[in-house]
């Protein structure tokens, strides 16, 4: 008896699992849509308040809709004494994507209302962890500096608050800006590994934080928000820009992959780059840096050269959250700060018309035998 074997598409390339109306990725057109809205029109004109209502809404908020929004996202920012202890307690050998998972996992398991799933209790949960991941990033970046928590200052926005608990003061308004429109590129990106992660546990009915831990650990490899990390990783190890050309060569030649390049869906380019990069350019204007950028500028014409590869959002991100002076490994979690704003989205659309999320697979192992 013949069977035909399935058609089997590594890592799902290609395969459409299911609908949403979150964000339309458009790599024909090279566009990305946050509920029909581009997303450099949102960069441009909006908060990452704004954004997150929209992503989590479907509409712009209202001014009223706006200030409730505003008021409840000061009012969570605060840590908990236990979330502080157990922050305190977890070795500065640990990557602080493994301190944000436990403690967003704490989150969790601190709200009694953790396993309530109405679209209500959901945004709930939402707002809190917007207001409570920016408190824990900011604060694992200071114990390791040997620095005390700064506590939040309930008259700022949400950008300039993350940035005054992560230094002590806002930053001019240059750095704040390219703070916020990285926050906003970050927010959402359809169905990426991280995701889809948060939509395979939802899928199983568990509760939205335990969808958020998932995501935050598929959120940590290289392949996926690591690599605004890993970036900065292979500006260091290049040096400077003369090196540029030589370094790919050895790292090609090594079948390495190059931090910050290529994207399982764009394949002529990142829609985000060209706003994160003029970002980055008004950073390096104003820390002047000029080094960063022919370094930046080098790497890329060289991998255009030699692969026809071009960069995704993580190769702008990096040297930007660099100037602006966070430490390299806490990179990740400001994409986590970001991008929980999509995770909880979709975690909200996946719950209001749920199906199970389980594939199949083909089995490639021994023959039926037996215990002898
Ligand atoms: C925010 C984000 O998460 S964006 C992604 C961030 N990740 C990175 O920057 C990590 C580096 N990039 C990569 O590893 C890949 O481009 C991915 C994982 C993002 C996408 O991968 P895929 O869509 O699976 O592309 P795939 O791996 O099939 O690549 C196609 C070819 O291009 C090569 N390629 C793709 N990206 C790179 C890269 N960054 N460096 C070197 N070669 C690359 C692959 O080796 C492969 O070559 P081959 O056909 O000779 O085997
Ligand atoms: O979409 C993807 O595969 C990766 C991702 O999250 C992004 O590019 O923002």
């Known amino acids: 008896m013949s069977e035909t074997a399935p058609e089997i598409r590594k890592g799902l390339a290609g395969v459409v699992a299911d609908t949403t109306a979150i964000s339309k990725v458009n790599p024909e057109t090279n566009s990305l849509l946050y509920r029909g809205y581009p997303v450099q029109e949102l960069a441009e004109r909006c908060s990452f308040e704004e954004v997150a209502w929209l992503l989590w809404h479907g509409e712009l908020p209202t001014s009223d809709?706006?200030?409730?929004?505003?008021?409840?996202?000061?009012?969570?920012?605060?840590?908990?004494?236990?979330?502080?202890?157990?922050?305190?307690?977890?070795?500065?050998?640990?990557?602080?994507?493994?301190?944000?998972?436990?403690?967003?996992?704490?989150?969790?398991?601190?709200?009694?209302?953790?396993?309530?799933?109405?679209?209500?209790a959901s945004l709930t949960k939402a707002v809190r962890l917007l207001a409570q991941v920016p408190a824990v990033v900011a604060y694992d970046q200071r114990r390791r500096r040997g620095q005390d928590l700064v506590p939040p200052d309930p008259e700022l926005g949400y950008a300039e608050n993350f940035l005054h608990m992560t230094f002590g003061q806002v930053p001019e308004p240059v750095v704040v800006d390219a703070f916020r429109v990285s926050l906003i590129l970050y927010a959402e990106h359809s169905f990426n590994a991280s995701t889809f992660t948060a939509?395979?546990?939802?899928?199983?009915?568990?509760?939205?934080?335990?969808?958020?831990?998932?995501?935050?650990?598929?959120?940590?490899?290289?392949?996926?928000?690591?690599?605004?990390?890993a970036v900065m990783h292979v500006f260091e190890e290049i040096g400077s820009a003369e090196n540029a050309e030589a370094w790919l060569e050895d790292a090609l030649a090594s079948k390495r992959k190059i931090m910050g390049f290529g994207h399982r869906v764009y394949k002529t380019g990142d829609s985000r780059v060209p706003t994160m990069k003029a970002a980055l350019d008004r950073l390096v204007e104003h820390y002047d840096r000029p080094d960063l950028l022919e370094l930046y500028t080098r790497l890329e014409a060289a991998m255009g050269e030699r692969k026809n590869i071009l960069p995704n959002l993580d190769y702008p991100s990096g040297p930007a959250y660099h100037l602006m002076g966070f430490d390299t490994a806490t990179f990740t979690p400001l994409f986590v700060a970001s991008r929980v704003v999509g995770w909880t989205a979709h975690v909200m659309e996946q719950a209001a018309d749920n199906a199970l999320i389980r594939p199949l697979s083909e089995y490639d192992g021994p023959d039926e035998r037996h215990l002898t």
């Open 199 to 229: 939509r395979v546990i939802t899928s199983t009915m568990a509760d939205l934080y335990s969808a958020v831990v998932g995501a935050i650990g598929a959120l940590k490899g290289p392949l996926h928000g690591g690599a605004n990390e």
């Open 65 to 120: 809709q706006l200030a409730g929004l505003r008021e409840s996202e000061r009012a969570g920012r605060e840590l908990t004494p236990e979330l502080r202890e157990v922050i305190d307690r977890i070795p500065t050998t640990a990557h602080p994507m493994d301190v944000l998972r436990t403690a967003v996992s704490l989150v969790g398991a601190q709200d009694p209302h953790a396993d309530e799933a109405t679209e209500e």
